[in-house]
């Protein structure tokens, strides 16, 4: 923690250097690992948690085809960095290139460009291996995996489903309904059909219709949404895990490696070490960044940052919140149109899905707090909520700092989305 310094504030691709006036506490995630990247990854691979090498997984495999599954360019998982280190482990234990397949696990996002394949993956990867994304509405991509004791028929990518030997590659991060992001989210939702994803997330609501408090950030044991996502990845069968914790500047802080479950639990113990903030007085204004590119790439995203920082604030209390947003709102921005949390709340009864649930969520806290979003984003594009929105960081900033209390805390987080804020 420190008090009365520059920082850097990260907005969209943007780095903008800022002088905070003392009083304000700065509050960053885990600083980077004095271990290059490089050889985290190897350790990682050499001393797998509960599991045996990849390349010995490999080689009990025979002619089976594998998939390496990963996200999409909205979590920084590095995969360009790993994943040809773990094509390379494959085809050492006997497969070919034509036997690999790298999955992207889109869920419901959007497909990826051409050129953000590229940026993701890289050349030799394209070029070398076969690539599919599972985009959560291609209906003849799935196949019936089996279902969940909530009730949750799976249907899964075929390409994954018929894989000998399946290995995910993700990043973890607290998430403010399914405990924590990563690891086993890339079976439900990352490569499940929409019918799945979308039972998997009303389980936000209690049988009540009321939010379920057990689905909450930072719980996995009894909350019934990220026990159903564990479910689903012992049903479909995740042989090998590949874990990132990042550092405050999206560097790898931690690489952990192994059988998948005790791979995303060691990970996720790791996390809450370095990430977590402990208890902390609540503030009446708050300044956080979303943490720029990738994290602030639109507002679904962008919103678990937004949610994060609110839990620092008193009801009524001021959020600075900077989010880039330069692919806007979609899918969200019809809910926003009907005009309040309540209205999106009926609608949600009637007809749920799963980003307008995002925008409920969205909607609560705008009308919860003061929220001034420096954002591309026209205001428009929230309809008639409660929201400032201005465009210039630095003018945010001059206008806000004059007016902050002298006999409370203020509190600045640097990369608001990766903290774990009790």
């Not at 773990?86 to 696990?105: C, K, R, W």
């Not at 039972?199 to 909350?223: I, Q, T, W, Y």
Request: glycine residues 8%.
């Amino acid at each position: 923690m420190n008090r009365g310094k520059s920082v850097l504030l990260r907005f969209g691709r943007e780095v903008i250097k800022v002088a905070l006036p003392a009083g304000i506490e700065v509050i960053e995630p885990a600083r980077a690992s004095t271990t290059p990247p490089e050889k985290l990854l190897e350790q990682a691979l050499a001393e797998p948690i509960a599991s045996a090498s990849l390349n010995e997984l490999a080689r009990r495999r025979g002619e089976q085809t594998a998939v390496v599954i990963v996200p999409d360019q909205t979590r920084r998982a590095h995969v360009s960095l790993i994943l040809p280190r773990l094509l390379t482990e494959l085809e050492q234990g006997g497969f070919s290139s034509s036997q690999l397949t790298v999955v992207i696990a889109l869920g419901l996002h959007r497909e990826l460009t051409e050129a953000e394949l590229l940026n993701h993956l890289g050349a030799e990867v394209l070029e070398s291996y076969r690539v599919i994304q599972s985009q959560a509405d291609r209906g003849g991509d799935f196949l019936y995996a089996g279902t969940t004791r909530q009730g949750n028929r799976l249907l899964v990518n075929r390409v994954v489903m018929n894989a000998g030997l399946r290995i995910t590659l993700s990043e973890i991060d607290a998430h403010y309904f399914a405990g924590f992001s990563g690891g086993r989210k890339a079976i439900l939702p990352g490569s499940c059909a929409r019918e799945s994803i979308v039972a998997n997330h009303r389980l936000v609501f209690g049988s009540d219709g009321k939010r379920n408090p057990a689905v909450e950030l930072g719980r996995l044991d009894g909350n019934p949404l990220a026990e159903e996502l564990a479910e689903a990845q012992r049903i479909v069968g995740v042989n090998f895990a590949i874990n990132v914790v990042n550092d405050s500047n999206g560097s790898p802080q931690a690489v952990i490696a192994g059988a998948a479950e005790q791979s995303f639990n060691a990970a996720v113990e790791r996390y809450r070490q370095t990430h977590s903030i402990g208890r902390r007085e609540r503030a009446s204004v708050v300044i956080a960044s979303a943490g720029g590119h990738p994290w602030d790439i639109d507002l679904r995203q962008a919103h678990k940052a937004l949610d994060n920082a609110c839990r620092l604030l008193r009801p009524g209390g001021r959020l600075l919140f900077f989010a880039a947003c330069p692919e806007g709102t979609v899918p969200l921005g019809a809910w926003f149109r009907l005009g309040s949390a309540a209205a999106i709340r009926r609608q949600l009864d009637k007809e749920y899905t799963v980003a307008g649930q995002t925008a409920w969520a969205t909607a609560r806290k705008l009308e919860r707090f003061q929220v001034t979003m420096v954002t591309s984003l026209q205001s428009q594009e929230l309809g008639s909520l409660p929201i400032t929105i201005c465009k210039e960081p630095k003018t945010a900033l001059e206008r806000l700092l004059p007016t902050l209390p002298t006999d409370e805390p203020t509190y600045y987080l640097s990369q608001a989305r990766k903290l774990f804020i009790p």
